[in-house]
């Protein structure tokens, strides 16, 4: 089956720049997501990204795909407090999401 | 427009006894899908509802079963409760099956099996 993998815990300093990456086994998963998830909320979906794209900007966050390795990674440019997080990566299956372990993103002050 | 909510928010049982988990999908959604997030893991696909039929099941036994009512709200019930069901239990609905469609999910309640 699906398999997604993530590295569990990244800290960085407030204003610096935050890379979370992740790999996957489904090549023929189209959409590929980030997900923010904060205590006691739900799954918030940051960003996707097309599986024919290369890159994809959305303000401070910046996707990159690597089709041929499978990797996909999420920058997130000037670092806030409020970023600090558990983010999933996550392709789509038939009819659902598989999700990754997830990167608890801490900030620093 | 609401969004996703889900009701409890926590609760506690025994092993053994069995739970209803609800979930009110957002307004114009007829698609739920439910997913078991064990603590330190990611979300896992339980099974999705559309139109009040199951569409798609995950790797999860019969003891975990759903329903969908014609208000396209659903229930998640588990019977047999065991430890390793200690979980956040994560719906999410959206306006289709397709699996593109973005996925909106409630806060999900707790359950703490003792």
């Known amino acids: 089956g699906e398999d997604v993998e993530q590295s569990l815990f990244l800290s960085v300093r407030e204003g610096d720049s935050s890379v979370i990456n992740c790999t996957y086994t489904?090549?023929?998963?189209?959409?590929l997501y980030w997900y923010k998830q904060e205590p006691g909320a739900g799954l918030q979906l940051l960003t996707y990204?097309?599986?024919?794209?290369d890159m994809k900007q959305d303000q401070r966050l910046t996707v990159l795909l690597n089709k041929k390795d499978k990797h996909l990674s999420l920058r997130i440019a000037d670092t806030q407090t409020g970023d600090s997080a558990i983010y999933f990566c996550?392709?789509?299956?038939?009819?659902?999401?598989?999700f990754g372990t997830g990167t608890r993103l801490t900030v620093i002050p | 427009e609401t969004g996703v909510t889900q009701s409890p928010t926590h609760l506690i049982k025994t092993r053994g006894q069995q739970v209803t988990l609800r979930c009110s999908s957002q307004?114009?959604?007829?698609?739920v899908s439910w997913y078991q997030q064990a603590l330190g893991q990611g979300p896992q696909f339980i099974f999705q509802?559309?139109?009040?039929?199951?569409?798609g099941r995950g790797n999860f036994p019969p003891r975990f079963s759903g329903l969908q009512f014609p208000n396209y709200s659903s229930e998640l019930n588990v019977n047999a409760l065991e430890l390793d069901d200690s979980a956040l239990y994560l719906c999410?609905?959206?306006?289709?099956?397709?699996?593109?469609?973005?996925?909106?999910f409630g806060p999900g309640p707790r359950l703490t099996v003792l």
């Open positions: 489904d090549s023929s998963s189209t959409y």
């Open positions: 996550a392709e789509t299956g038939a009819n659902n999401l598989f």
């Open positions: 307004s114009g959604h007829n698609t």
């Open positions: 509802y559309y139109r009040e039929e199951e569409n």
């Open positions: 990204i097309f599986s024919n794209m």
């Open positions: 999410a609905s959206s306006p289709g099956v397709n699996p593109y469609n973005e996925q909106f």
